[in-house]
């Protein structure tokens, strides 16, 4: 009976929460979505299996509807509905790949040679799709690593913009993208459903991940008037932005660029100088905050906040640590700076002290990055980042690079989410939200959390029924920014309400992590435990117990007897100093579950490798607040 | 923070239901399983794919750990666990087919032409297997329709005992029996898990559906003792009690068979006469109900509670209809008396009348019938009646719906078996079996208590204490009534005749969807020796009203077909009536059962539709109302004890 009441609990758990978000004085309401989301159209998604989870497929799965799983299929489906999705294939190849199977290429004229190198090119790719063996042509095409690891991977000689066996693509592409625009615009339903317009540009020089997904709140119409600009085009963020700026202009579409997979940037997405190793100006800094105000820091290849060797202290930031460059060659996983969304933060606010403009002061989203066409965040209904690692027996299959295993499916993380609070769920409230901000992720459960910053509160603010209007009216809510102190010693405070998901597990803790740089321009972290489920006290440093386990290792399960349903806090910040810059972001800790891996082992009657962990503690980011003198 | 108090209010409630059946003060808790699950081990199950999960798959999902499909090899899982399981592999063929095609069979010396028949056999058999084309080989192993038909099945001059095609295969079924036997004692977990030990007799003379599971509550050693009793021994269900007795008076081991799909029984299952034609006499009635206390009324082939054309009345009785024979070659379905629970129940008090004993008094329970090694009875989470069925391309064998074949949208996604025992082992369970203190669901988890008598009074119904009153006044499901003394009514006494009363409590799935109405079923037969029916509309969710001749409007609907879903805006969660029969004849041998229906909800096959974005399938409605169909309570006036 111990399940059965669970669920039910559960269950109502949903109603009440609904309630709680939809209610009319709430002034915003909480939307999940994902926008990162390959469907067949991505050359890599149908070398890997996924052959017929198009566009469509996503929406439908996205919405809540059977679909048939593109590789082992069987009717998925997933638990709860998103209230919005980004179908954002890649730019380059969009759509060729899965043309050419079909039959349906376009292919422009390119004299004999072209033509014969085309024909065999065309020949190798259908015999390794019928044989399952679309994965060695998809690493054959992967970047190389850098000859010079600290120089510009652009111009490095190693770097070669993968050629283009099939000739002049972009009939086929044009086709894709008109598909995949139609697809968006047949699915969205404002107020019920939201369909955003986007894509990936891919830059990867030399394995140094710098991919950005483009999304956009406009229309079919708008979108058509241009085909996605790819990596193919060029690998430099600028010249992105440039486009988007021009295209903009153009053709009136807006847009946001968001950077994802910073862990396996080798150091290149925060970094102190631009990709060209000039130092970042002025008008850098505003340019990239103008396109990308919110950075993916959550996602299957691993989460992006921290790294342990990067914050030694944070006892939870070993967390879905992926080490594993995307490239042909073994290469080594060395950390950098310039690779977490932390440090990328801090180092935001010592670029600022410097130039008075901060680069990097971004909002954080989850999102999956799933190459399936299903948008699956949830550890037991998890259908892999490629198609065919939706089974357990295929799923570890891993890539073998120069006779050293890769990872495999079980390296990978079934997350995350992005969260947005938005007035009304329409693309244009949606795409508001993006740009001011007000969104956070998680790493898959619907974990509600609002969180405002401000000088004013009262200690009973966080217990009020009219929280959300409390906060926007004496406060700003999470992405906003915090100057001038009304007084000489006033304290910034936090008022941060979280909530578990409905369908998932209680809360340990609510942290807030503080970055700040120093009058010597030296940027420090600290994290505060801010609340907690009851039973437990601060040690002195500062630290809390752990909140226990509940997880039965052998079904798996775990139950809510530890934790709290609901965590409130108002905290002020002890150690504040007046004339330093500062950015605040919640951190939110559900108790121990069970990972996706030790589903699949005891499905497989095994146990997992040492180096997968058998329980997580999934958790939610808010984005940051930031405090400037 | 009014929401919250409302929140933690309706949380409250939510753990009182579970309070209620889980209080250890309670004289009986509800458990749920499944008594009728077949795995790699049954010869048409490895046929159709399923060469993976085996005994221990089972278990290990219905315990709810996740486990690797045998077709698809997704990982999959039962959302809320069972109490207890049955592995019913055929007794014949044991595990021959999955030997044979691992080369684990151990051949007995079978002579020169024998063994060249039987290596025929086996390279078919591979080849087969190995170009997934088992269906067809299976196909070929099913009956043939009878010559003549009406008369004795079994001498039917169609009829052929399936040919011991792999020889002796004695030493390889010993195996199978053993492992299946281990398997069974690694799972139980006394209060917490129940693995009973059990088989099929698959006795289908010229495709009339006559099988039976054979369930023990002993253990390991006691089952070691014998091997499975096949249809290839004998097709007559008295042979099988006979060996069950001798076995029984052997060993020690108890047992009790389970008869299911009468629906495609043609006319044998619950006959007027023995399957011989000879008259049923009281020995054969007394025979029967010990070794058969209890029938299996809906599975995965289809619900044989009862069928449009028997009674006609009934708005729900068209409810997963199958009809389809297993046998070669088609033939149309006829439906008969003897073919459904609810004409065998008649049957069974109008036999009584004439011989004293009633052969058909037994109780029900639902199973799966699943040959994929899941007991999956929910429709979002089903897995097909073969492994082949569990992903919605491969359901159907053909491009287009076939008429005259069964296709996986043709199967049902139920049910499942509701015991009110004492405590979860093996002894409980059985004994529950034994008062019939079952019922059959279609699927989902309806809790329901039902207790009749003759002076229950209206707070009975609200009572905490209601199944301690309900034991103490009356008796539970599967009981019987007498005419109490008169001294003994005075309440009803004072209101007129005495009726039987029925109090009846009926909760909801946790999960699942809110109730419509209860009914009570009643069966009786008048002084002619003629048999009735009727159905009476008890309590009903909303404002509806009752109206000429006893119906009751529609639920209504809240699917969105579209998505599919449905919301709980319509039925109740929980519905309770105490109704006294307004129609009693004290001289008239009656039967009452409680049948519940949930709202309309999707089946199985919508979703499939939806995933596949083609029409919902031609072969069933695309949303059906869920039911309980709870064990009846027979009354018999005193005159005749």
């Not at chain 1, 894709?176 to 955003?196: C, M, Q």
């Not at chain 1, 073994?330 to 950390?335: H, I, Q, R, V």
């Not at chain 2, 069928?307 to 997963?320: G, I, K």
């Amino acid at each position: 009976m111990k399940h059965i009441s669970k669920t039910r609990l559960a269950l109502l758990f949903v109603c009440s929460f609904i309630t709680f978000s939809s209610q009319a004085d709430q002034p915003k309401q909480l939307l999940w979505g994902d926008t990162h989301l390959h469907t067949s159209y991505s050359f890599d998604a149908f070398l890997n299996q996924n052959q017929s989870a198009d566009p469509d497929t996503a929406y439908r799965w996205a919405k809540g509807q059977p679909v048939i799983h593109p590789y082992n299929r069987a009717r998925v489906q997933i638990e709860t509905p998103l209230d919005f999705l980004v179908v954002s294939d890649h730019a380059e190849l969009m759509g060729v790949i899965r043309a050419i199977d079909n039959e349906t290429a376009e292919l422009g004229d390119v004299g004999f040679f072209a033509d014969i190198k085309r024909r065999i090119s065309t020949y190798f790719l259908l015999d390794a799709i019928e044989n399952e063996t679309g994965k060695d042509i998809f690493v054959g095409i992967l970047p190389k690593a850098p000859a010079d690891p600290r120089g510009d991977p652009v111009q490095d000689s190693a770097n070669v913009l993968p050629l283009d066996p099939f000739g002049d693509t972009t009939k086929t592409e044009s086709t894709a993208w008109y598909e995949i625009v139609d697809a968006a615009d047949r699915h969205n339903e404002p107020g019920k459903f939201t369909s955003l317009i986007g894509w990936e540009w891919s830059s990867i020089p030399t394995g140094a991940n710098l991919h950005r997904v483009v999304v956009s709140p406009d229309g079919g119409e708008k979108a058509k008037s241009y085909i996605p600009y790819g990596s193919d085009q060029s690998q430099y963020p600028e010249d992105l932005w440039n486009w988007l700026a021009e295209t903009s202009e153009q053709s009136g579409a807006r847009f946001v660029a968001i950077p994802h997979n910073s862990n396996i940037s080798k150091g290149y997405m925060f970094a102190e100088t631009t990709l060209r190793g000039q130092p970042i100006t002025s008008a850098y800094a505003r340019q990239r905050m103008l396109w990308e105000p919110v950075v993916e820091m959550t996602q299957i290849k691993g989460d992006s906040e921290t790294h342990p060797g990067l914050s030694p202290d944070d006892e939870f930031a070993d967390f879905e640590t992926y080490e594993y460059y995307i490239q042909q060659t073994a290469e080594d996983y060395e950390l950098r700076k310039g690779d977490y969304a932390r440090s990328g933060l801090m180092r935001g606010l010592e670029i600022a002290q410097e130039i008075g403009d901060n680069p990097y002061q971004f909002g954080m989203i989850g999102s999956t990055d799933s190459h399936t066409g299903l948008a699956s965040a949830e550890e037991y209904n998890f259908w892999g980042k490629m198609a065919k690692d939706s089974t357990p027996e295929t799923k570890r299959l891993g890539m073998i690079r120069d006779g050293k295993t890769s990872a495999d499916g079980w390296d990978r993380a079934a997350q995350g989410l992005a969260a947005v609070w938005a007035e009304e769920n329409t693309r244009d409230s949606i795409f508001a939200a993006f740009q001011r901000k007000e969104v956070y992720a998680t790493t898959g459960p619907r974990i509600a959390v609002q969180m405002f910053g401000g000088w004013e509160f009262a200690e009973d603010d966080a217990q009020a029924t009219d929280f959300a209007s409390t906060g926007y009216s004496k406060g700003v809510p999470m992405g906003g920014d915090l100057v001038a102190a009304p007084a000489a010693d006033s304290q910034p405070q936090f008022l941060i309400r979280a909530t578990k998901d409905p369908l998932s597990a209680n809360l340990d803790r609510i942290q807030v992590v503080k970055g700040w740089v120093d009058s010597a321009g030296k940027s420090h972290e600290r994290i505060y435990n801010v609340a907690w489920s009851e039973g437990r006290e601060l040690v002195a440093d500062g630290s809390l117990p752990a909140v226990g386990n509940t997880v039965d290792l052998e079904i798996p399960s775990y139950e809510n007897s530890i934790g709290a349903p609901e965590l409130l806090a108002l905290w002020a910040d002890p150690d504040f100093d007046a004339s330093q810059r500062a950015f605040y972001y919640a951190r939110v800790m559900e108790i121990p579950t069970p990972r996706h891996s030790l589903f699949d082992a005891i499905s497989l009657q095994e146990k997992t490798r040492a180096e997968v962990p058998d329980t997580i503690q999934e958790r939610a980011y808010t984005s940051p607040i930031w405090y400037t003198p | 923070m009014l929401k919250y108090s409302i929140l933690s209010s309706s949380l409250l409630a939510g753990g009182l239901f579970f309070a209620q059946h889980s209080n250890a003060e309670e004289p009986t808790r509800l458990l749920w399983g499944d008594t009728h699950l077949h795995t790699s081990y049954s010869f048409d199950a490895y046929l159709n794919q399923n060469q993976s999960a085996d005994p221990d798959t089972a278990y290990r999902w219905a315990r709810g750990l996740p486990v690797i499909h045998p077709y698809n090899r997704a990982r999959v899982q039962l959302k809320t666990p069972l109490d207890f399981l049955v592995v019913s592999d055929h007794a014949e063929l044991m595990g021959v087919i999955r030997a044979t095609a691992r080369g684990t069979e151990e051949i007995v010396d079978d002579g020169f032409i024998d063994s060249i028949k039987r290596k025929i056999r086996t390279y078919y058999l591979l080849d087969a297997i190995e170009s997934q084309a088992g269906r067809d080989f299976f196909d070929k192993l099913l009956p043939k329709p009878a010559e003549t038909p009406g008369g004795d099945p079994v001498q039917d001059a169609g009829n052929s005992l399936g040919a011991r095609a792999f020889g002796n295969t004695d030493k390889t079924e010993t195996t199978a029996w053993h492992e299946i036997v281990d398997a069974a004692e690694r799972h139980n977990q006394p209060g917490k898990f129940t693995s009973l030990i059990g088989w099929e007799w698959s006795s289908i003379p010229t495709g009339a559906n006559l099988h039976r599971v054979v369930i023990s509550p002993d253990g390991g050693d006691t089952a070691k003792a014998y091997l499975p009793y096949g249809s290839d021994q004998s097709q007559y269900p008295e042979d099988l009690w006979a060996w069950l007795e001798q076995t029984g008076e052997e060993t020690g081991a108890r047992f009790l068979a389970i008869p299911h799909n009468s629906n495609i029984s043609k006319g044998y299952m619950f006959a007027e006469t023995t399957l011989k034609g000879q008259p049923i006499t009281a020995e054969y009635a007394r025979k029967r109900v010990h070794w058969e206390p209890v029938a299996e009324i809906t599975q995965i082939k289809g619900d044989s509670e009862t069928h449009p054309e028997l009674s006609p009345d009934d708005e729900f009785a068209d409810f997963e209809t199958y009809p389809f024979y297993i046998q070669q070659g088609w033939q149309p379905y006829k439906a008969s008396a003897a073919d459904y629970v609810r004409s065998g129940l008649l049957q069974g008090l109008k036999t009584e009348q004439e011989v004293g004993v009633n052969p058909y008094k037994f109780g029900l329970i639902g199973s799966t019938d699943a040959h994929s090694g899941l007991a999956s009875a929910e429709e979002t989470n089903f897995w097909g009646k073969m492994a082949l069925d569990s992903t919605p391309e491969t359901k159907r064998r053909t491009a287009e719906q076939d008429t005259t074949q069964p296709s996986g949208f043709n199967m049902a996604a139920q049910g499942l078996a509701a015991v009110w025992a004492t405590e979860n082992t093996r002894e409980a369970i059985f004994d529950a079996f034994k008062r019939k203190e079952v019922y059959a669901t279609t699927g989902p988890r309806i809790a329901i208590r039902v207790f009749a008598g003759w002076d229950f009074v209206e707070e009975d119904l609200a009572a905490v204490d209601y199944a301690e009153i309900g034991y103490a006044k009356g008796v539970p499901m599967g009981g019987d009534l007498t005419q109490p003394a008169a001294s003994e009514t005075e309440s009803a006494s004072e209101a007129g005749e005495p009726a039987p009363q029925l109090l009846i409590r009926a909760v909801k799935d946790p999960v699942g969807a809110n109730l419509d109405r209860l009914q009570v079923v009643k069966g009786w037969v008048d002084g002619e020796g003629q048999s009735h029916e009727k159905i009476f509309n008890v309590a009903w969710s909303g404002e509806r009203e009752v109206g000429d001749e006893g119906k009751l409007p529609a639920v209504g609907s809240s699917i969105d077909m579209a998505v599919p879903s449905f919301d709980n805006s319509i039925g109740d969660a929980e519905l309770t009536a105490l109704w006294s029969d307004p129609e009693f004849n004290p001289d008239m041998r009656a039967f009452y059962y409680v049948r519940v229906l949930q709202i309309p909800t999707p089946r199985h096959s919508l979703y499939d539709a939806v995933a596949l974005q083609t029409e919902a399938p031609g072969e069933a409605p695309a949303v059906i109302q869920e039911r309980a169909y709870t064990s009846p309570v027979w009354y018999t006036p005193s005159a005749s004890q």
